[in-house]
């Protein structure tokens, strides 16, 4: 079943007297529980798309059905609700609250739901967990090391149990260990808690933990890639890095 599907959608911008189409008619769907990379040169339109499907910017034109509802036929109110219980959000920078612990941090979009907390206290520790936090619960972010911020900033988008977790290139200030250590809790999320999972990166080595991975060029899908469930993680990289510089050529 598909939880987010794009139709058509273009983005165009006003720079100066000039008209900049950032993205120029893309269509794309996500299944549940599917782990879709999307790449492409810098100016390709990556992070553009992910605001969109995001909910953080409004297309130019073309549709978003989210967890079916058609975005645009939604007031202010309705949208945001439906981004805010179905979409969770993982930033390069982390986006940390600094005077807020750990567990805190993860919390606040329950509370900015206007519910409690304790109701879902099974549900953090589940989460604290699953990326490995039980003893770092109570610390604050400058306590933290750039990979233990990391795996707070993806238990707050888990914590809600959104449909959709949209990642901005997770791995952009980590080290080799530790972005391998976020890929695989993103690639756990999409098969073990059924959510889809959808990146932007321009790291081959993450691209290569997805089911699929779209290249984007100048505003417009150029080539996508379906892996296999058995295929290894070395023959999906290699794949990944030669339709990359095939398109690059």
Same mark, same amino acid.
């Given at each position: 079943?598909?939880?987010?599907?794009?139709?058509?959608?273009?983005?165009?911008?006003?720079?100066?007297?000039?008209?900049?189409?950032?993205?120029?008619?893309?269509?794309?769907?996500?299944?549940?529980?599917?782990?879709?990379?999307?790449?492409?040169?810098?100016?390709?339109?990556?992070s553009?798309?992910?605001?969109? /499907?995001?909910?953080?910017?409004? =297309?130019?034109?073309?549709?978003? $059905?989210?967890?079916?509802?058609?975005?645009?036929?939604?007031?202010?109110?309705?949208? $945001?609700l439906?981004?805010?219980?179905?979409?969770?959000?993982?930033?390069?920078?982390?986006?940390?609250?600094?005077? /807020?612990?750990?567990?805190?941090?993860? /919390?606040? =979009?329950?509370?900015?739901?206007?519910?409690?907390?304790?109701?879902?206290?099974?549900?953090?520790?589940?989460?604290?967990?699953?990326?490995?936090?039980?003893?770092?619960?109570?610390?604050?972010?400058d306590?933290?090391?750039?990979?233990?911020?990391?795996?707070?900033?993806?238990?707050?988008?888990?914590?809600?149990? =959104?449909?959709?977790?949209?990642?901005?290139?997770?791995?952009?200030?980590?080290?080799?260990?530790?972005? $391998?250590?976020?890929?695989?809790?993103?690639?756990?999320?999409?098969?073990?808690?059924?959510?889809?999972?959808?990146?932007?990166?321009?790291?081959?080595?993450?691209?290569?933990?997805?089911?699929?991975?779209?290249?984007l060029?100048?505003?417009?899908?150029?080539? %996508?890639?379906?892996?296999s469930?058995?295929?290894?993680?070395?023959?999906?990289?290699?794949h990944?890095?030669?339709?990359? %510089?095939?398109?690059?050529?």
């Amino acid at each position: 079943m598909n939880v987010l599907l794009a139709e058509n959608l273009q983005k165009e911008y006003e720079l100066g007297q000039h008209l900049v189409k950032a993205l120029d008619g893309i269509s794309l769907s996500i299944a549940q529980g599917e782990f879709v990379g999307i790449m492409g040169p810098s100016g390709s339109g990556k992070s553009t798309l992910l605001h969109l /499907l995001g909910g953080l910017d409004q =297309p130019s034109a073309g549709e978003i $059905t989210l967890a079916g509802e058609q975005v645009a036929l939604l007031s202010d109110y309705q949208a $945001t609700l439906v981004r805010r219980r179905n979409v969770g959000f993982v930033f390069q920078f982390f986006n940390l609250l600094p005077t /807020l612990s750990a567990e805190e941090n993860i /919390l606040l =979009p329950l509370i900015i739901d206007g519910q409690k907390p304790q109701a879902h206290e099974d549900r953090l520790d589940m989460i604290l967990k699953r990326v490995g936090l039980q003893e770092r619960r109570h610390h604050r972010p400058d306590q933290l090391s750039g990979g233990e911020q990391q795996r707070v900033a993806l238990a707050r988008a888990l914590i809600t149990r =959104p449909a959709i977790v949209l990642a901005d290139e997770p791995t952009g200030n980590l080290d080799t260990q530790t972005g $391998t250590a976020m890929m695989l809790l993103l690639r756990e999320s999409a098969k073990d808690l059924n959510q889809a999972i959808i990146m932007v990166t321009h790291d081959p080595r993450a691209a290569a933990y997805a089911d699929r991975v779209v290249f984007l060029r100048d505003g417009r899908v150029v080539q %996508e890639i379906t892996f296999s469930a058995d295929a290894d993680l070395s023959m999906r990289l290699r794949h990944v890095i030669i339709t990359q %510089e095939e398109l690059e050529a």
